[in-house]
Antibody, heavy 119, light 109 residues
Framework: QVQLQQSGPGLVKPSQTLSLTCAIS??????????WNWIRQSPSRGLEWLGR?????????DYAESVKSRITVKPDTSRNQFSLQLNSVTPEDTAVYYC?????????WGQGTLVTVSS | EIVLTQSPGTLSLSPGERATLSCRTS???????LAWYQQKPGQAPRLLIY???SRATGIPDRFSGSGSGTDFTLTVSRLEPEDFAVYYC??????????FGQGTKVENK
């Protein structure tokens, strides 16, 4: 059974960088058939897919246009995990952040992390 | 970007009743790219249906999905107490972005 365990701070100051990690068990971040995603949820924006990383002989990333200039999703093969970095955050980035597995539909999710952007 | 519109916003039903939830897309889409999720308070979404009509692993057969083109439906044949939740549709294609509907809340009347 695949399990995703999220970690990272719940409070970030405006203009700083939001950083979260998702540890994978029961699968590999280097899998040739999976993709590893970050999704957030807020009352104002609903569920919003942010970006993904995946391995198909090389590493690839895709990002949502809304955050493309500020986001990095990176694999960490030594720890079998992947991370999210979102730069220059504002209060509008306040949301519950989820990691999830899936190339199209998302079949396994992390537990969610409420990240509040506030000074 | 294709927009997903779910209706109704809230569905008030009793256990044992049938729930019919709608998801409409702003353009015709390939039905293999439509998924449904259930979300309960404080939990992550749970995949119910993918490819418009295929149940995910472990999902009871009272959940079914159908539709094509621009109109898709999630049906819960007989509501159990644990089925009262918010339901989301999601569209995915051959490439990102992946988009979600705004959700339908199924509440216990």
């Amino acid at each position: 059974q695949v399990q995703l365990q999220q970690s990272g701070p719940g409070l970030v100051k405006p203009s700083q960088t939001l950083s979260l990690t998702c540890a994978i068990s029961g699968d590999s971040v280097s899998s040739n058939s999976a993709a590893w995603n970050w999704i957030r949820q807020s009352p104002s924006r609903g569920l919003e897919w942010l970006g993904r990383t995946y391995y198909r002989s090389n590493w690839y990333n895709d990002y949502a246009e809304s955050v493309k200039s500020r986001i990095t999703v990176k694999p960490d093969t030594s720890r079998n995990q992947f991370s999210l970095q979102l730069n220059s955050v504002t209060p509008e980035d306040t949301a519950v952040y989820y990691c999830a597995r899936g190339g199209h539909e998302f079949d396994f999710w992390g537990q969610g992390t409420l990240v509040t952007v506030s000074s | 970007e294709i927009v997903l519109t779910q209706s109704p916003g809230t569905l008030s039903l009793s256990p044992g009743e049938r729930a019919t939830l709608s998801c409409r897309t702003s353009q015709s889409v390939n039905s293999i790219y439509l998924a449904w999720y259930q979300q309960k308070p404080g939990q992550a979404p749970r995949l119910l249906i993918y490819g418009a009509s295929s149940r995910a692993t472990g999902i009871p057969d009272r959940f079914s999905g159908s539709g094509s083109g621009t109109d898709f439906t999630l049906t819960v044949s007989r509501l159990e107490p644990e089925d009262f939740a918010v339901y989301y549709c999601q569209l995915y294609g051959s490439s990102p972005p992946w988009t979600f509907g705004q959700g339908t809340k199924v509440e216990n009347k």
